[in-house]
């Protein structure tokens, strides 16, 4: 599967982006997503990953963005998002979304084998 992401942008602390991750292929519902994000001089970081609609569709996040970070997805246009409110400077990263055909509940970077470029998501103090 190819991933595209995109929606970042620059947003004062506060505020809120929605990114997008669009996906090729008729099976991209079997597929669980996830976002992970890379600051400069910083390893790759989870963010949070949806199951396959297959598989319920369940979801789980890092604690540093719980209940601020929403990710769902629509099987119809092959697209999952990642609603981000009440941003803070920390969250400046590039953002990449992921899929994985193997796990059921991806977290670590090894269980995804396709990525989309990065977005960039720059919040001001």
């Known amino acids: 599967v190819q991933l595209q992401a995109s929606g970042g942008g620059l947003v004062q602390a506060g505020g809120s982006l929605r990114l997008s991750c669009a996906a090729s292929?008729?099976?991209?519902?079997?597929?669980?997503t996830g976002w992970f994000r890379q600051a400069p001089g910083k390893e790759r970081e989870f963010v949070a990953t949806i199951r396959a609609a297959t598989r319920g569709s369940g979801t789980y996040y890092a604690d540093s963005v719980k209940g601020r970070f929403t990710i769902s997805r629509d099987n119809a246009k092959n697209t999952v998002f990642l609603q981000m409110n009440s941003l803070k400077p920390e969250d400046t990263a590039n953002y990449y979304c992921?899929?994985?055909?193997?796990?059921?509940?991806?977290?670590?970077?090894?269980?995804?084998?396709?990525w989309g470029q990065g977005t960039q998501v720059t919040v001001s103090s």
């Open positions: 992921a899929a994985s055909g193997t796990y059921y509940s991806p977290r670590a970077p090894s269980d995804f084998g396709s």
């Open positions: 292929g008729r099976t991209f519902s079997r597929y669980a």
